[in-house]
């Protein structure tokens, strides 16, 4: 089964909607959430479980999702102490809740020495239970950081990698998540990844909603499958506008092939003021050296003054461009039946992928 789209790993399921399940399901679903990943097992102990009363807060939770059509994995911390123990606890709970994936989260307990064999060990007991059952490693987002784990005994087993992209203390979530997806493409054997983006406090530090949406478009960009984020205990409750930044990114909508400035000068060749305006958010803001306007119809007008009477049947060339997330830059020319235009650039700054602020500078020769 191949995971596609947005999920959220849950670590205590009594911390989110207070534990409802129908309302932890609206809430997925809501967000657009195709898979919800939770935690099933700590060490050798089954985990989401009240010791007091024993009530098994998992069940309610997976069928209320199932029924839902969105995915259910468990996720494991993993020690290695005992990795006999956790396999089989693990193998329960797998079972017992015919979950459809299973994630292992192995951190800094699995760079002790020794640790090769109990990850050896742990997997084998694994696979020879959950035959078919999809697997993930989640784990540190530089292998080169952590050579003493034993990143090639999980993940030789493993159909997936989801690293734990997360930029604590700076806000650069572009060249981090692609450094990480660059050095495990380096190492054997390779799994498709899909990376964890941080929704939680670390310190005086939180990621920002730019950095959440940057994330979001930078797996767009590297054409990952899908991405996750940890955790929805605290993200929901304590952080409600990186959620809601989450739920507004529409995976799909955003599978472009072409990025904003192709489409932006093909829309100009088109010499179609609709076409181009397509591209605008609804309140979006065009500025030049001159004048600024705002909102749809308003720059409307200006395209269509641009494209009929200033630069007739103009054909736009792109010559260089430059910046990402949600911040472009374009340089062009062009030639037309009345003008030409050799020093053409535009800024765009965008939001869900429409061009939310636009900054024009061009001179025209006849």
Same mark, same amino acid.
């Given at each position: 089964m191949s995971l596609k789209g947005k999920g959220f790993f849950i670590w205590k399921i009594m911390d989110c909607e207070k534990g409802d399940p129908k309302a932890i399901t609206k809430v997925a679903k809501d967000a657009q959430l195709t898979h919800v990943i939770l935690k099933i097992a700590d060490g050798a102990f089954p985990y989401n479980v009240n010791r007091q009363t024993n009530e098994d807060y998992v069940g309610p939770v997976v069928s209320a999702l199932r029924a839902a059509g969105i995915e259910v994995w &468990?996720?494991?911390?993993v020690y290695g102490d005992y990795p006999n123990s956790e396999a089989n606890i693990a193998v329960k709970r797998m079972k017992e809740f015919d979950l459809s994936g299973y994630v292992i989260d192995a951190e800094m307990e699995y760079k002790e020495p020794g640790k090769k064999n109990a990850a050896?060990?742990?997997? *084998?007991?694994?696979r *020879?239970?959950?035959p078919d059952i999809p697997m993930a490693l989640s784990s540190y987002r530089f292998p080169s950081f952590h050579p003493?784990?034993?990143w090639k005994t999980f993940l030789e087993y493993c159909d997936y990698n989801m690293p734990q992209v997360y930029w604590e203390q700076s806000h650069n979530p572009e060249p981090n998540l692609k450094r990480s997806v660059k050095e495990f493409q380096s190492i054997t054997p390779f799994r498709p990844i899909i990376p964890t983006g941080p929704t939680y406090r670390a310190g005086s530090w939180i990621p920002t909603i730019d950095d959440t949406k940057v994330f979001?478009? #930078?797996c767009k960009e590297l054409k990952l499958e899908a991405a996750n984020f940890f955790s929805w205990d605290e993200c929901r409750p304590a952080y409600p506008d990186l959620w809601k930044t989450i739920q507004d990114f529409s995976w799909e909508k955003n599978q472009l092939t072409k990025d904003i400035t192709e489409l932006w000068v093909n829309a100009m060749n088109s010499g179609n003021p609709e076409e181009v305006t397509k591209l605008y958010a609804q309140n979006s803001v065009h500025i030049t050296s001159t004048r600024s306007i705002q909102g749809v119809i308003e720059i409307q007008t200006w395209y269509k003054y641009l494209l009929k009477q200033l630069l007739p049947n &103009? *054909?736009? #060339?792109?010559?260089?461009? !430059?910046? !990402? &997330?949600?911040s472009r830059s374009v340089n062009w020319i062009c030639k037309s039946d009345k003008a030409t235009v050799s020093n053409g650039r535009d800024t765009f700054g965008l939001i869900n992928d429409q061009i939310a602020y636009h900054y024009s500078f061009f001179g025209t020769n006849s």
């Open positions: &468990g996720w494991h911390y050896a060990a742990y997997m *084998k007991i694994l *020879k239970n959950l003493q784990l034993p979001l478009e #930078t &103009g *054909k736009f #060339t792109i010559t260089g461009t !430059s910046g !990402s &997330g949600n």
